[in-house]
């Protein structure tokens, strides 16, 4: 009777596995091979977001190191990696989980003005869309003439926990705001610019003969227009 040769046994997983972020967008996988009595020829290196584990992307590598690109910022990622012979393959190794760096974030979201008193304004909007990280603080730039630098707009910062601020010594002609958000890395694009404008009241007649009380002095309203 022929006796079977025996079936080469499946190839371990790499050693010594480590994931490092270098970026917003990139991570570095390095590992080692297993014994080299398994021969192995090549590597297949899996990952997936944490927060989207459906969506698992497999990449074949040569060697033993590989940069993962094309990531997503401020976010938590599983990986794990597969030895390949000519043949077959292992299991896979048990999973790292690496961060990606944090990056600027988008711009805020929906800002819009409450004027609550004849020289104060306040300001609320949404946190950006794409946070890229801890936002830190909100930059709010404020100015009566909308074309020119930035850097001779007036600013007023608030802590990046709080979406809303009251900017006062506001006087009675058209206003331009902006709000930027900032991680660690820096500033991300400022919001669509808004313009307050005042309709200011003014003393009125009525028919000859009749007199219409004027409104009291300094009396407004305000006109919030998205520019």
Do not use: M
Request: aromatic share 8%; proline share 9%; glycine share 4%.
């Amino acid at each position: 009777q022929t006796v079977p040769p025996e079936k080469n046994p499946l190839p371990p997983p790499p050693v010594n596995i480590l994931a490092n972020a270098v970026s917003s967008r990139e991570i570095i996988v390095r590992w080692q091979p297993p014994s080299h009595k398994y021969n192995v020829q090549f590597y297949f290196v899996e990952y997936y977001r944490i927060n989207n584990p459906s969506n698992v992307i497999s990449i074949r590598s040569d060697t033993v190191e590989i940069v993962l690109t094309d990531l997503e910022p401020f976010t938590l990622y599983s990986i794990r990696v597969r030895s390949h012979t000519a043949q077959d393959h292992g299991i896979y190794s048990d999973p790292l989980e690496v961060k990606t760096l944090e990056d600027v974030p988008s711009a805020p979201q929906k800002l819009y003005i409450v004027r609550k008193e004849k020289d104060r304004v306040t300001l609320q909007w949404d946190p950006p869309s794409e946070q890229n990280g801890i936002i830190t603080r909100y930059i709010i730039l404020y100015n009566h003439q909308k074309d020119v630098p930035e850097k001779l707009w007036q600013s007023l910062e608030q802590n990046g926990t709080v979406t809303e601020a009251t900017i006062t010594g506001i006087s009675d002609t058209n206003y331009y705001f902006k709000v930027g958000a900032c991680t660690k890395q820096g500033q991300g694009h400022f919001s669509p610019t808004i313009e307050i404008k005042p309709l200011l009241c003014t003393i009125s007649c009525g028919q000859e003969g009749t007199n219409v009380a004027p409104q009291e002095k300094g009396t407004s309203f305000l006109k919030d227009q998205r520019l």
